[in-house]
């Protein structure tokens, strides 16, 4: 479930270039998507306490997460990746990934 999940994340979303990228019309879209608050609302209750879903997330997705979690929008998508984010956090293998220099440090290239 979890890896289904994540890969209508990762085959859906556009690709991150830069910050500013938040509003262009793919993202908009992306964001749109009724779906799409669903899906990060289960990623957030299958990571909760649970080790390996944190790390299955924090293989591929946290530059995802971060970049959900700037946007404004009706469907208050920034808070459910804020919400994902946070319950991500209880892995010690996983906080450094966390870390918001490395996702800045990965869009701006």
């Not at 262009?24 to 609302?41: G, N, Q, Y």
């Not at 944190?54 to 997705?61: K, P, T």
């Amino acid at each position: 479930m979890v890896h289904n999940a994540l890969d209508y994340l990762l085959q859906n979303a556009p690709p991150i270039r830069t910050a500013v990228a938040r509003d262009s019309p793919e993202w908009k879209d992306f964001v749109a998507k009724p779906s799409l608050k669903f899906v990060l609302r289960l990623l957030t209750g299958l990571a909760h306490s649970h080790v390996t879903t944190q790390l299955a997330l924090a293989a591929d997705s946290i530059p995802l997460f971060h970049h959900l979690e700037q946007i404004s929008s009706d469907e208050h998508v920034g808070s459910l990746a804020e919400n994902l984010l946070e319950a991500m956090r209880g892995h010690p293998k996983v906080l450094p990934c966390l870390n918001l220099d490395s996702f800045w440090t990965i869009t701006n290239s």
